[in-house]
């Protein structure tokens, strides 16, 4: 059974960071790509940022490059999103994701496989 359990959440003030962790099983971590993804009250959920299989090439959405460091560690199976500089329009419930994709890409159009239950993250103003 794939598990995707986030951790790190929680309130931060504008400009602060914070460190999110995923702790990924019951597949072959090393193979496939994994993301994070966001949903904000009231809006869809949007990919964030998706580091590769192969290679660990990454993705991110242009609100927050620069500011944001999706990292994996296969020998651990995690997965983790360091962001700075964070904004009150950061603020979401953020979820790990994966997909069985191989190879150097990760964005696979946003369309993964499984979700994390999500952990909240407020950045207040």
């Known amino acids: 059974e794939v598990q995707l359990v986030e951790s790190g959440g929680g309130l931060v003030q504008a400009g602060g960071s914070l460190r999110l962790s995923c702790a990924a099983s019951g597949f072959t971590f090393a193979d496939n790509a994994v993301g994070w993804f966001r949903q904000a009250p009231g809006q869809e959920r949007e990919g964030v940022a998706c580091?590769?299989?192969?290679?660990?090439?990454?993705f991110y959405i242009d609100p927050v490059k620069d500011r944001f460091t999706i990292s994996r560690d296969n020998a651990k199976n995690m997965v983790y999103l360091q962001m700075n500089s964070l904004r009150a329009e950061d603020s979401a419930v953020y979820y790990c994701?994966?997909?069985?994709?191989?190879?150097?890409?990760?964005?696979?159009?946003?369309?993964?496989?499984?979700w994390g239950q999500g952990t909240q993250v407020t950045v207040s103003s």
């Open positions: 994701a994966m997909v069985f994709l191989r190879g150097t890409s990760c964005r696979q159009a946003w369309q993964y496989d499984y």
């Open positions: 580091v590769s299989a192969i290679g660990g090439r990454t």
